[in-house]
């Protein structure tokens, strides 16, 4: 079992629908989790953090976090062609907080 | 705040050739990163450096990379004979440690390796 999984898509989304991206983790000790976006050819921009269960809304973007269930989710509300991209979740590991990447979600809003 | 900084940008080499990668990190960041993201995967650690010292490189291929961070700022990575699979984007990442966002790390753009 991978630490982090997504699935890798593609998923396609029309314009101003809501994407909904999911990753699990296997660490039931993980305390924080973050969602990296990733256009073609560039480098993760971190989006959203989330570190208590529940919802965590910033703009468009809401994070959802299920410790028990092991579950982060990103909730991309009225998605935009310019939201078309790799989604990366993260989980930190050990003392320094290495970062754990999932593979990527790859996201396409069409017109 | 000037991000992390990173180059070269692309680089291109034949196998067994060697080559070096260079990160500034941002300013005050004790903890540097460098993440191999081969295309379509997650980017994968390395390498990880607090202040100057290495906290972790059990992911490291120390046969042929190895990579330093004199004076705990600057950091280079070189892969000396570099193979097909090495072709990869060379990502550095730089964390602050305190406060609210430390856990935040910050990617530079990358280097983007090409193995011939």
């Known amino acids: 079992q991978k630490e982090v999984e997504q699935n890798s898509g593609p998923l396609s989304v029309p314009e101003g629908a809501i994407a909904s991206l999911n990753c699990t983790y296997s660490?039931?000790?993980?305390?924080?989790f973050f969602w990296y976006r990733q256009y073609s050819g560039k480098s993760p921009e971190l989006i959203m953090s989330?570190?208590?269960?529940g919802d965590k809304e910033d703009g468009r973007f809401t994070a959802q976090l299920n410790k028990a269930s092991q579950y982060v989710s990103l909730l991309i509300r009225d998605s935009q062609p310019s939201d078309s991209a790799t989604y990366l979740c993260?989980?930190?590991?050990?003392?320094?907080?290495?970062?754990?990447f999932g593979a990527g979600t790859r996201l396409a809003v069409h017109p | 705040e000037a991000g992390v900084a990173q180059s070269p940008r692309y680089k291109i080499i034949e196998k067994r050739q060697s080559v070096a990668f260079w990160c500034n990190p941002i300013?005050?960041?004790?903890?540097l990163y460098w993440y191999q993201q081969i295309l379509g995967q997650g980017p994968k650690l390395l390498i990880q450096?607090?202040?100057?010292?290495?906290?972790?490189d059990s992911q490291l291929p120390k046969d042929r990379f190895s990579a330093e961070r004199l004076k705990g700022v600057d950091s280079t990575l070189k892969i000396q004979p570099a193979k097909l699979e090495d072709s990869a984007v060379y990502l550095c990442?730089?964390?602050?440690?305190?406060?609210?966002?430390?856990?935040?790390?910050?990617f530079g753009a990358g280097t983007r390796l090409s193995v011939l």
């Open positions: 993260a989980v930190p590991r050990g003392g320094y907080n290495k970062l754990i």
């Open positions: 990442a730089s964390r602050l440690l305190a406060g609210v966002d430390g856990n935040i790390q910050y």
């Open positions: 660490d039931r000790g993980s305390q924080s």
């Open positions: 450096f607090q202040n100057n010292g290495v906290v972790d």
């Open positions: 300013s005050g960041h004790a903890t």
């Open positions: 989330i570190y208590s269960n």
